[in-house]
């Protein structure tokens, strides 16, 4: 069993940034792959960003060039950097993860609001 915590959520003005951190409780090692989704009122949840297990990087259109997604080996912690905010970007953004054993987890997941 995999535990994710994730944190850094809030509300921001657009243009504006947020840091979101994901800290898993396992070693890093052993997961194949770490991204964000986000799920906005009435719609699907959708991919925003994954790091794969060889560092490569995937994001959704919508997020490319303000969103960068990172991770550091040492803390077990994935973030990401979220720049240039638009309210459009609301919504409740969630860790997941898949190990190399081929088990999938997420973590509770944290609102970002881009309001004025």
């Known amino acids: 069993q995999v535990q994710l915590v994730e944190s850094g959520g809030g509300l921001v003005q657009p243009g504006g940034s947020l840091r979101l951190s994901c800290a898993a409780s396992t070693s890093i090692f052993s997961i194949n792959a770490m991204g964000w989704y986000r799920q906005a009122p009435g719609k699907q949840r959708d991919l925003v960003a994954e790091i794969i297990r060889s560092g490569s990087t995937n994001y959704a259109d919508s997020v490319k060039g303000r969103f960068i997604i990172s991770r550091d080996n040492a803390k077990n912690t994935v973030y990401l950097q979220m720049n240039s905010l638009k309210p459009a970007d609301t919504a409740v953004y969630y860790c997941?993860?898949?190990?190399?054993?081929?088990?999938?987890?997420w973590g509770q997941g944290t609102q970002v609001t881009v309001s004025s």
């Open positions: 997941r993860t898949t190990t190399t054993g081929g088990r999938a987890y």
